[in-house]
C-alpha cells in the first residue's frame, strides 16, 4: 500500500512507491560500484557511541561462500579511499546529496577508519571523538539502510 498526497495544481507524489523505487533501483545499479552479489549478501550498519560498524556478510555461508573473498576485497578497498576522504563509490551510487556523506568526505584526519574480516565477510569500524562526524556516520548509516531497503539492517 502506498499514500498518494496531491500537491499543488493536482501534482501526486506516491511516498510509499518512491521509497520502493528507489530500493530497487539502488539493488539493480549496485553492481556498478558493488563486486559481491546483493542477493546472497547482508549489509549491516551498527552505530556505536564513536561512530559504527558497516559490515558485510554472507546470507548462507553454505551456500554463499564464494562472495567471502570478494566481500573482503571491496571493503579492504573502501576502507582505504575512505580513509583519505574518497567517498566517490557510495555517492556514486546513491548520489551526492546523501545525508552524512559529504561531511564525511571532509572529515579525513577526523575519523579512522579500521577493516578486518569476519567468519563470514568483513567489517569497516568507522571511530571520532568530533560529534560532528559521529553524527554524519549515523546520518550516512540511515541513508544506506533508507536506500538498500531488504539488502540491509540498521542496529
Not at 72 to 100: C, I, K, T, V, W
Not at 108 to 134: F, H, P, R, V
Request: aromatic share 8%; hydrophobic share 40%.
Amino acid at each position: 500500500m502506498f499514500a498518494v498526497v496531491i500537491v499543488g495544481a493536482g501534482a501526486l507524489i506516491y511516498r510509499n512507491f518512491s521509497l520502493a523505487s528507489r530500493q530497487e533501483k539502488i539493488h539493480e545499479q549496485g553492481s556498478s560500484v558493488i563486486p559481491f552479489d546483493l542477493n546472497q549478501t547482508t549489509h549491516i550498519f551498527k552505530k556505536t557511541d564513536s561512530g559504527g560498524i558497516q559490515q558485510v556478510v554472507v546470507k548462507d555461508i553454505t551456500t554463499d561462500a564464494g562472495q567471502i573473498p570478494v566481500i573482503r576485497m571491496h571493503l579492504q578497498m573502501e576502507a582505504s579511499y575512505f580513509q583519505q576522504g574518497n567517498f566517490s563509490d557510495p555517492m556514486a551510487l546513491h548520489g551526492d546529496s546523501m545525508p552524512g556523506v559529504e561531511a564525511l568526505a571532509q572529515s579525513a584526519g577526523k575519523i579512522k577508519i579500521t577493516y578486518s574480516e569476519l567468519e563470514n565477510g568483513a567489517q569497516i569500524a568507522y571511530e571520532s571523538e568530533d560529534t560532528d562526524t559521529i553524527a554524519a556516520i549515523h546520518q550516512w548509516f540511515d541513508a544506506q539502510v533508507s536506500d538498500h531497503g531488504a539488502d540491509a539492517i540498521g542496529q
